[in-house]
């Protein structure tokens, strides 16, 4: 395991509009020093886990080809019970990710995946966790989680709360199982980076 230690102490503007919010959301998620605790006008952890699928999107080679010619939207999914209400349309709105526009959608059953690029499984899905990552395997889908051990027990990217801050972990295993490519500039920004973790419950 390789842990990276790029730790900041930078707050969120506390007065911003939402849209300029997000901005500085972006730049500090760049930074790594984003921030939970403080004056209401902060995001909320979901809306700070909102940003980064967003950004995971950019920081993320799929295989050529991959997905239907015809669709033109990068489709950002969350798999079970919904943890981010409004806050995950109101990130992507107006947003392209390689010229397509980032739609968010929720989908009840893993089999739902075929055209999400990257999915979030939510909490509610735990039990069913191994199940499901096996029914994504080699689909080229980046999964993304908070479920504890989750990059332990064979997903892509796990949030972890560090004191007040929402980081990641990843998990490089299935990132290649699945044919994709995170940018070194994403790696550094990991919590820790695992090579050789394999799957299990």
Same mark, same amino acid.
């Given at each position: 395991?390789?842990?990276?230690? $790029?730790? /900041?102490?930078?707050?969120?503007?506390?007065?911003?509009?939402?849209?300029?919010?997000?901005?500085?959301? &972006?730049?500090?998620?760049?930074?790594? &020093?984003?921030?939970?605790?403080?004056?209401?006008?902060?995001? *909320?952890? =979901? +809306?700070?886990?909102? @940003? =980064?699928? =967003?950004?995971?999107?950019? %920081?993320? +080679?799929?295989?050529?080809?991959? #997905?239907?010619?015809?669709?033109?939207? %990068?489709?950002?999914?969350?798999? #079970?019970?919904?943890?981010?209400?409004? @806050?995950?349309? /109101?990130?992507?709105?107006?947003?392209?990710? @390689?010229?397509?526009?980032? !739609?968010?959608?929720?989908?009840?059953?893993?089999?739902?995946?075929?055209?999400?690029?990257?999915?979030?499984?939510?909490?509610?899905?735990?039990?069913?966790?191994?199940?499901?990552?096996?029914?994504?395997?080699?689909?080229?889908?980046? *999964?993304?989680?908070?479920?504890?051990?989750?990059?332990?027990?064979?997903?892509? !990217? +796990? %949030?972890?709360?560090?004191?007040?801050?929402?980081?990641?972990? !990843?998990?490089? &295993?299935? !990132?290649?199982?699945?044919?994709?490519?995170?940018?070194?500039?994403?790696?550094?920004?990991?919590?820790?980076?695992?090579? $050789?973790?394999?799957?299990?419950?």
């Amino acid at each position: 395991m390789i842990r990276n230690d $790029n730790h /900041a102490s930078d707050d969120l503007p506390c007065r911003l509009p939402w849209r300029l919010a997000w901005r500085a959301i &972006t730049f500090l998620l760049l930074a790594g &020093t984003l921030s939970l605790h403080g004056q209401q006008a902060k995001p *909320t952890e =979901y +809306q700070v886990k909102a @940003a =980064y699928l =967003y950004n995971f999107g950019k %920081f993320v +080679q799929w295989p050529a080809g991959f #997905g239907p010619a015809q669709n033109d939207s %990068f489709i950002i999914c969350v798999l #079970g019970e919904d943890p981010f209400g409004p @806050a995950l349309n /109101a990130t992507f709105r107006d947003e392209t990710i @390689a010229g397509k526009s980032v !739609v968010a959608r929720r989908i009840p059953k893993p089999e739902d995946a075929v055209d999400c690029r990257i999915l979030f499984i939510s909490s509610s899905e735990d039990k069913q966790l191994k199940q499901i990552l096996a029914l994504l395997d080699r689909n080229s889908i980046l *999964t993304v989680s908070d479920l504890p051990q989750f990059s332990q027990r064979g997903g892509m !990217v +796990q %949030f972890v709360l560090e004191g007040s801050k929402v980081r990641f972990e !990843v998990n490089l &295993t299935p !990132v290649k199982h699945a044919g994709l490519t995170l940018s070194s500039e994403l790696l550094k920004l990991a919590l820790s980076v695992n090579r $050789n973790v394999q799957s299990g419950d």
